[in-house]
Every structure is written in structure tokens, then in C-alpha cells.
């Protein structure tokens, strides 16, 4: 018993008994004095616990109800043969994922969900730190540009993937018509790979500004003295920027990049509105093959077990970029 | 030679960028005050001398319109207020009554926001069977707010930790309760943060496509984003869909939003800005 480990361990719950005991017997731990406290009557600085609950509680609860509940019922779902026309769905083990993943349009939009969330993610930081570059200089009109490029971010994605779909029409739509007059013809929606372009480029277009605007505040950190003083060295534009500006705003764009593929992998806009996966399956993604299943094929095992193959997309993409989110723990 | 170069290369950028993010959103607007015949003609009209409010007039007299812009502003206020609220007291107390597990919780809350919004709609829908919330504007803004809050409080808890604490002890010292606390030092000095976090979520649940297209089944909470896709699915052959009624829900759409951006554009860049970079 001389050992001090378990001397400071004894001394621990000796103290927190007497808390216990203590908290028991404490005539203000009452359902009155809770209440007086919400409404402010009594304030004790030091016992903080319950209005802090209290506070969080709803926040908390409205998450747990709407998105931890339904997430682990779906989990559970993908193991069952649920669907609308089984009256007691029963557990069927990996079945769902072994009919989902041997489909090979599964495999093919799990393919285009992930080249779709890659692609536009690098597009859109090389893109955003353009359109940043652009943003951070001094020049007339600055500000007009901004109200203009935070529109694209700004208007209803559905909206401007509609918007795009008869952008890229052929006959009636503006860039097959651009094109023509320069000769170049490309079938931008009946082509599958075109298609897959397109959608990219829909995104990419919606997304940028956001980037842009991050990335901009990034390049506002960045200390004047430091472009005088590579200015006194003799250093130009070019260099300036990609030798000091950039590295400097890289972990920012990193760390965007991060969020951005994971945002994207849940693409459902766009797809739906532009293509609706076509043409035949070439654009089609993950989310909305879940989708498709759930509300028109009404087979929920499977489409359960889509949404976690996504799920488990997202996991893998959060878990490679952990070292990046050691900064948010920092924050908490 | 070289600073006239550096001097144009901004308006260069300027205009390429301008056509790019500007040119489709005109396009979109051009088309709802085109007369019917007009709309995409082929080659494509690009500007009119002769705006015609036609189309307008027929969304909005005409079939369930004025439903679904009612709806649509419901959902986007009430979800937009409800989690800027919501968000405000748990971020209050992850800020400032640092309790045991706090960290923990607000890393869970964040968590949440990975989850796919497609791997959580099975299961709502069946509960929201029961609870008799499918198509009620309720049930979709229960939905939204829960959906704006994470990113809400994360951003909120930055904006309640630039307030110094001093205050707060302050107002306590000189015999102020908690309630009046948060109500005559926190809130005002919050008050441009929760335009900020206002105005954003109104924005990103007025554009909310997937939870009305999949709980609303009626005119009594279906929102104009589904109203434009049931419109463009409405006539499957290309030359049946109703074009102009398309456009004038895409504007009907846009011009609240241009109208935000054109009046709050710093407070909204703020804060997009400011969970990446605080």
C-alpha cells in the first residue's frame, strides 16, 4: 500500500465519494434550484457543469436524433434485406456489399466519385489561387469583381447545374455555339468522358470562389515587409510567389484540399441536376446510385450499404489527412 | 515596359474571370424576361432590347409558384435562425464554461458533419413516417437547422472568444445573473457575428435541394429548388419543357441571393473565411 500510484488513487476516490455524498446532501441540488439557476436568479460561478449541459443539450440532441440515430440505423440496415416490399427485413450479413461492389456500375461510379471529388479539388485550389492572386492585387473595379465571383458559390447549385446543362446543349446553348465559330465540335453532353468534363467543370466553376476567398485571406496574412524585402533582393514577380507566397499559404490550400474532397464525394447537385448520371452511367456517383436505390429502386439494404461504402470513403480520406486536422483539436 | 505589363495583367484577369462567373448567371436571368419563343432559340439570343416580365407572371399567378416561394423563405429563415441559435448556446459553452469532455463534444458535434447526408435519409424518412413530419415545412427546417449547426457553433465559438471575459466578470461582479449576462453583454457584442452566421445559413438552406426533394410530396412544403427540378422533369422530350418557367424560378432563385451578395458582401466573405483561417 506504500506504493504512492495507488495512495493517489485511494486519496481520489475517498474525495470523489465525499463529492457524491457532498453533491447528496448539498440542499441546493434540487430540480427548484436547477430551474432558479436557467432563469438566472441564483448564479454560482463555480458550478458551471449543468448550465453548460443545459446549453449544449439542444444543439447536441437535434445531431444525435437527426444524424448519429439515422447513421448507425443505416449501418445496421446494409447488413439486412430490408427493402419496401419485405415486411421484417432480417440480418444478411455482407450479402448487400458483396451484390454492390461485384456490380460493375457500382464500381464504375465509385471510380468516377473519386476521380469527380480529385479532380475538381486540384482544379479548383490551382484555379482558386489564381483567381486569390488576382483578388489580393490592387486594382479598379476589385470590388465588383468579388460581388461577381462569390455569385457562382452564392446562387442554389441546382440552379446553375440546370444552368450548365443548357450552357453545354448542343444548337441552343452558348459554348457549342462559341466553339463552332472556332471550328472545335465537341458533343459536351452525349460524349460519356465530355460529359464527365463537363460536370467537373460545373463543379469546379461553383466551387472556386470559396477557395478563392479562403485562400485570400490567407495571402492577407502575409506580411508586407516580406514582398519589400524580396523586392530589395531583386526577386521578381514570378519568384516572389512561387518561392515565398505559395509555400506560405500551401498548409491553407492542403488543408482545404482535405475538405474539399471529402465535401465532394458527396456530390448530389450538380450530377442530378446536369447529367442525372448520364449519359448512360458515365457521370454517374456513389451518392446518387444511394439515392436511386432508396427512393425509386425502394431496396434500402443496398442502398444502406452504398452510403456506407461512401461513408467509409470519407472515413479513409479523414484518417489520410489526420496529421492535418491536429490543428483543429489545438482550437477545442 | 515591365510595370505596364504588371498594370494590365489584373484587367486581363479581371475580364477572363468576369465572362467566366458572370456570363452564365446573366444567362440564366436573360432567359426569364425572354418572351417564350425566344428561349433557347438557336444560335442562343444574348441580349434583349424587349425584358418581359411573361414568364414571371406565369410562375407566380399560375400553378404553385407562390407556394413554393412561400415555403422556400419559411424553410430558409426559420432553419437559419433556429441553428444560429442553437449553435450560439452550445458555442457559449464550449467557449466560455469549460466543463469536462467539452472538447470531446464539439469534436463529436463536427464529426457529424462528415456523415453523408445520403447515409442518414432511410432512416429519417422512416421516423418522420411515424412522427407524421413527411412533407411539413417543420419537419425539413428540424432537418436543416440540424444540418447548418455544427459549422455554426465551430465558427461561433472564434466569434465568442474575441469578446474579452472581462466583460462577463464585469457584469457579474457589479450583480448581474447569467440571463441578463448573455442578454446585455454577450448578445449585443455577438450582434455582427450573428448576421454573418445568419445570412450564410440562409443562403446555403435556400439553395437546399436533397432533403425537400426527398420529404416534400405536396405544394405544402415542397421549396423552389424542387419545384425547378419537377419542372424539368415535367416533359421529358427537350422542346415540351417549360423554359420559361424554368428561368423565372432560376431568378426567382438568384435575386435574393445577388441582392445579398450585392449589399452584405464583406460580412458573408468574412464568414466563409473564417473557420479556415481563424
Known amino acids: 500500500m506504500s506504493d504512492p500510484n495507488s495512495v493517489a488513487a485511494a486519496r481520489m476516490r475517498v474525495s470523489a465519494s465525499a463529492a457524491v455524498t457532498e453533491a447528496f446532501h448539498e440542499p441546493r441540488f434540487s430540480l427548484r434550484w436547477t430551474i432558479a439557476r436557467i432563469l438566472g436568479t441564483v448564479w454560482t460561478p463555480k458550478k458551471l457543469g449543468i448550465l453548460a449541459i443545459i446549453l449544449v443539450a439542444p444543439a447536441l440532441l437535434i445531431r444525435m436524433i437527426t444524424s448519429i440515430y439515422?447513421?448507425?440505423a443505416t449501418a445496421w440496415t446494409s447488413f439486412t434485406d430490408s427493402s419496401a416490399y419485405v415486411q421484417n427485413p432480417v440480418f444478411i450479413g455482407l450479402k448487400n456489399y458483396e451484390q454492390v461492389l461485384g456490380n460493375p456500375a457500382t464500381q464504375k461510379a465509385l471510380i468516377f466519385t473519386i476521380t469527380f471529388a480529385i479532380a475538381s479539388t486540384i482544379l479548383e485550389i490551382v484555379g482558386g489561387f489564381a483567381l486569390a492572386l488576382l483578388l489580393n492585387a490592387k486594382f479598379r473595379l476589385r470590388s465588383l469583381l468579388r460581388a461577381v465571383v462569390l455569385l457562382p458559390w452564392a446562387i442554389p447549385a441546382i440552379v446553375s447545374a440546370l444552368g450548365f446543362r443548357f450552357i453545354f446543349s448542343q444548337g441552343s446553348g452558348i459554348l457549342p455555339?462559341?466553339?463552332?465559330?472556332?471550328?472545335?465540335?465537341?458533343?459536351w453532353l452525349t460524349s460519356p468522358l465530355w460529359a464527365q468534363v463537363a460536370v467537373i467543370m460545373a463543379n469546379v466553376w461553383r466551387s472556386v470562389p470559396f477557395i478563392a476567398f479562403v485562400v485570400l485571406a490567407g495571402l492577407q496574412g502575409v506580411p508586407d515587409e516580406l514582398y519589400e524585402a524580396a523586392k530589395v533582393d531583386g526577386a521578381g514577380w514570378w519568384r516572389v510567389h512561387s518561392q515565398i507566397v505559395l509555400p506560405l499559404v500551401m498548409p491553407l490550400m492542403i488543408t482545404m484540399g482535405v475538405f474539399m474532397i471529402i465535401f465532394q464525394i458527396g456530390t448530389f447537385d450538380t450530377i442530378y441536376g446536369m447529367t442525372g448520371g448520364g449519359p448512360g452511367s458515365a457521370t454517374?456517383?456513389?451518392p446518387y446510385l444511394a439515392y436511386q436505390d432508396a427512393f425509386i429502386g425502394l431496396n434500402y439494404g443496398r442502398s444502406?450499404?452504398?452510403s456506407m461504402i461512401l461513408f467509409l470513403l470519407v472515413l479513409a480520406v479523414g484518417v489520410c489527412a489526420l496529421g492535418r486536422f491536429r490543428k483543429f483539436e489545438v482550437e477545442l | 515596359m515591365r510595370s505596364r505589363f504588371t498594370k494590365i495583367v489584373p484587367y486581363i484577369g479581371l475580364v477572363a474571370f468576369l465572362i467566366i462567373f458572370g456570363i452564365p448567371v446573366y444567362w440564366i436571368l436573360l432567359s426569364s424576361v425572354l418572351p417564350p419563343n425566344q428561349n433557347l432559340s438557336s444560335p442562343p439570343t444574348l441580349f434583349t432590347l424587349h425584358p418581359t416580365l411573361?414568364?414571371?407572371?406565369r410562375a407566380l399567378q399560375q400553378g404553385p409558384g407562390i407556394e413554393y416561394l412561400r415555403n422556400s423563405l419559411i424553410f430558409a429563415l426559420s432553419s437559419s435562425l433556429a441553428s444560429v441559435f442553437l449553435a450560439f448556446f452550445a458555442a457559449y459553452a464550449f467557449?466560455?464554461?469549460k466543463f469536462r469532455g467539452s472538447g470531446a463534444l464539439m469534436l463529436l458535434l463536427l464529426l457529424t458533419m462528415a456523415l453523408p447526408q445520403i447515409a442518414t435519409t432511410i432512416p429519417l424518412f422512416q421516423l418522420y413516417a411515424k412522427l407524421g413530419l413527411v412533407d411539413t415545412v417543420g419537419g425539413l427546417v428540424l432537418l436543416e437547422a440540424s444540418v447548418l449547426v455544427p459549422m455554426t457553433a465551430w465558427l461561433m465559438v472564434s466569434f465568442i472568444k474575441q469578446i474579452p471575459a472581462d466583460l462577463e466578470n464585469a457584469a457579474y461582479i457589479d450583480g448581474a445573473n447569467f440571463v441578463q449576462t448573455i442578454q446585455l453583454i454577450v448578445m449585443p457584442l455577438m450582434r455582427p457575428a450573428f448576421?454573418?452566421?445568419?445570412?450564410l445559413n440562409f443562403i446555403t438552406s435556400w439553395n437546399e435541394l436533397f432533403y425537400p426533394l426527398v420529404f416534400s410530396s405536396s405544394s405544402a412544403s415542397r421549396t423552389l429548388t424542387v419545384g425547378l427540378v419537377q419542372l424539368n422533369q415535367e416533359n421529358s422530350g427537350a422542346a415540351a419543357r417549360p423554359w420559361d418557367l424554368m428561368s423565372a424560378y432560376a431568378a426567382?432563385?438568384?435575386?435574393?441571393?445577388?441582392?445579398?451578395?450585392a449589399l452584405m458582401q464583406r460580412r458573408i466573405i468574412a464568414g466563409l473565411t473564417a473557420g479556415a483561417t481563424k
Open chain 2, 54 to 57: 411573361q414568364s414571371f407572371e
Open chain 1, 70 to 72: 439515422p447513421f448507425l
Open chain 2, 195 to 199: 448576421i454573418t452566421m445568419f445570412l
Open chain 2, 95 to 97: 467557449a466560455r464554461l
Open chain 1, 304 to 306: 444502406s450499404a452504398l
Open chain 1, 284 to 286: 454517374q456517383v456513389l
Open chain 2, 252 to 261: 426567382i432563385m438568384i435575386i435574393p441571393i445577388i441582392i445579398l451578395v
Open chain 1, 177 to 187: 455555339t462559341m466553339l463552332e465559330y472556332m471550328n472545335i465540335h465537341i458533343d
